[in-house]
């Protein structure tokens, strides 16, 4: 049985409601073990060619998970979350998600990552949980007096340099006076280098990955003198897909959420769920806020997005927008020499704009005007940075 037919397979499954099974078929196909009735169509084992890590995407090819039994993986040889693997070679690249393909590129400079006069030091958390490194930016303007703190959670197979490289939010932090931290998820804990977005156990409070990203703010905020109203966290992928999970979990502590090519939070639940989620969107919408007002959400999605279809983005706000009255302008504009946009902004009561969301025109899967020195990004713009930085200085906690 090939890959395509172990998916579909499992797709079917889960659309039976049978969870545990397509579950199951999942993981034999990555611990490349015999599928079951597959030997009339294959010897029986699963090939996994070239090695690379494994994850999961919108063509079907392949599912990650980490599991013990997997010898360890070497890294791709670019960063790029949820590569589908037909992109991995280049003749069937497709507009929009080959933008930084597999070409070699040189390899990052420090004037790449953080701007002259400024500090980009690592650091690492450690908790019951486990523990994470981060790499932390501290503008060059830093004086002891409070600053706002934003987290960049990067997407999979990427590293935090690789991240700051590519958005330069670093530079534009420069700029407004702000500390950067990027969490990095390291292989062991998925060997795409993936948030665990998708997972039960990591998309609860004090539990799991949200606890490790929580745990490594406040740490930030107890050794630095840190706005405590202005604590923003956004991500790209799987990283804005756990940045929706931290706005549902830790309300009290980010004031405002960005997603780049995300999905909401509690769309998937397990590796099946998640599949569906990416190609088509979230079958079951959940209510996580509650009576709660919701944060203040950015979203940014790419209308060609072959990874994760763009009706994630539009989710991410039907999932806020249910806990509150909004107001509704809709702006349509186009970037010279790049891509045309559609950027809705929904206000509550009083005007103040709550949720915002870019659909970008023509655009596939990158970070939306970014720098070709970090992978997976698209410079045709609009600039997702300098927008979501702005959106995100917007707003702060309300005083208690």
């Known amino acids: 049985m090939l890959n395509q037919d172990i998916i579909r397979e499992a797709t079917r499954l889960t659309r039976a409601g049978q969870l545990v099974e397509a579950t199951a078929l999942l993981q034999r196909m990555l611990r490349g073990e015999s599928a079951p009735d597959a030997s009339s169509d294959t010897d029986g084992r699963i090939a996994l060619p070239g090695r690379k890590p494994l994850i999961i995407d ?125 969490p990095a998820q390291p292989s062991q804990a998925n060997q795409a280098k993936c948030w665990n977005w998708f997972r039960t156990a990591d998309q609860q409070r004090g539990r799991g990955e949200p606890s490790l990203i929580a745990g490594i703010t406040r740490q930030i905020m107890d050794d630095y003198l840190v706005d405590r109203k202005r604590v923003y966290v956004g991500g790209l992928s799987a990283g804005a897909a756990a940045a929706a999970i931290m706005g549902a979990t830790y309300n009290d502590l980010y004031a405002a959420i960005g997603i780049h090519s995300g999905l909401a939070c509690g769309v998937a639940t397990d590796l099946p769920s998640a599949l569906v989620a990416m190609r088509q969107g979230g079958s079951d919408l959940k209510a996580i806020l509650g009576d709660r007002p919701p944060v203040p959400t950015i979203v940014f999605h790419g209308d060609r997005d072959a990874t994760v279809h763009p009706n994630n983005g539009g989710q991410i706000l039907e999932q806020s927008v249910r806990a509150m009255s909004t107001q509704k302008k809709v702006h349509r504009g186009k970037v010279p020499g790049g891509h045309a946009y559609t950027r809705t902004i929904l206000s509550d009561a009083s005007g103040r704009g709550m949720l915002e969301h870019w659909n970008i025109h023509g655009a596939g899967h990158a970070w939306s005007g970014g720098s070709p020195a970090g992978s997976y990004t698209d410079p045709r713009g609009p600039d997702a940075t300098r927008e979501m930085l702005r959106f995100f200085l917007e707003h702060s906690l309300p005083e208690e």
């Open 58 to 182: 919108a063509k079907a090819d392949a599912v990650e998970e980490k599991t013990d039994s997997h010898p360890k993986l070497e890294p791709a040889p670019s960063a790029q979350p949820r590569m589908p693997r037909a992109l991995l070679d280049r003749k069937e690249a497709r507009s929009g998600i080959e933008l930084r393909g597999v070409m070699k590129r040189a390899p990052l400079s420090t004037p790449d990552i953080v701007p002259e006069g400024a500090r980009f030091i690592e650091r690492t958390y450690s908790s019951p949980a486990g523990s994470r490194a981060y790499r932390l930016f501290i503008p060059s303007r830093y004086r002891e007096q409070p600053l706002p703190l934003v987290v960049m959670l990067h997407g999979c197979t990427q590293s935090p340099d690789d991240f700051a490289a590519g958005t330069r939010m670093n530079f534009l932090a420069e700029e407004q006076n702000c500390f950067v931290v990027y």
